[in-house]
């Protein structure tokens, strides 16, 4: 059964810091990754996706993926109090499967 | 623009008991759409999936349902609930087609006593 591993499990970062989280598939059919931020009694909001070798950036925020190694991490920089909630990282296949794995999670904690 | 709207917003329901759980989504025809479970503390795990009215597909078995009435509503029901159904379920919605972005809902949060 697919899995999808994501590290830590837990970060603190200060206030303007960066933050970086790491997520893993075990499944070699994944293509597609998404990264979601879920904050404490809410649902899942997307941040970014990634389907594609390299890098992208939206904002703070800046995605990487190595497909040979089915390897993406998030990066936040000048991490804000706002930015403190869980990171779910999810992986899927593009060719008509409408299934998502996801991960446990990063709890992200930016102090003042 | 798309909204997404879940009922009831919490329930708490006994052990052995019926339940029905609903979701809508308005502004956009022939969506796909998917039911999650999420444990308290626990991983947000995809329970059914529906590409079209009428057809639902099972990702994991957990004594539960789902059906989808009309194109805009997804249903998740058990004749039977267990200590296990207890947390968070939402549900979430992507285009049709190629699209795979999903968009999740409120939730609605089920205790089971």
């Known amino acids: 059964q697919q899995k999808v591993q994501q590290s830590p499990e837990s970060l603190i970062v200060p206030e303007g810091g960066m933050a970086s989280l790491n997520c893993t598939s075990s499944?070699?059919?994944?293509?597609y990754f998404w990264w979601y931020r879920q904050h404490s009694g809410k649902s899942p909001k997307m941040l970014m996706?990634?389907?594609?070798?390299g890098e992208k950036e939206e904002g703070r925020f800046t995605v990487h993926l190595n497909k040979a190694s089915l390897h993406t991490s998030l990066h936040i920089r000048d991490s804000q109090p706002s930015d403190s909630a869980l990171y779910l990282c999810a992986a899927s296949m593009t060719t008509g499967n409408y299934k998502y794995v996801f991960g446990a999670g990063t709890r992200l904690k930016v102090i003042a | 623009a798309q909204t997404i709207h879940q009922w009831p917003v919490a329930e708490i329901k006994a052990v052995g008991s019926p339940l029905s759980l609903g979701c809508t989504i308005k502004?956009?025809?022939?969506?796909?759409l998917y039911w999650y479970w999420q444990a308290t503390g626990g991983t947000l795990q995809q329970l059914f999936y529906s590409i079209t009215v009428g057809q639902v597909e099972s990702v994991v078995q957990l004594n539960l349902s789902a059906s989808r009435p009309k194109d805009d509503q997804f249903i998740l029901s058990t004749e039977k609930l267990l200590l296990s159904h207890s947390g968070f379920y939402l549900c979430a919605w992507s285009l049709g087609g190629d699209s795979y972005e999903q968009y999740f809902g409120p939730g609605t949060r089920l205790t089971v006593l």
């Open positions: 499944d070699r059919n994944v293509d």
């Open positions: 502004g956009k025809s022939s969506p796909n």
């Open positions: 996706s990634i389907f594609s070798n």
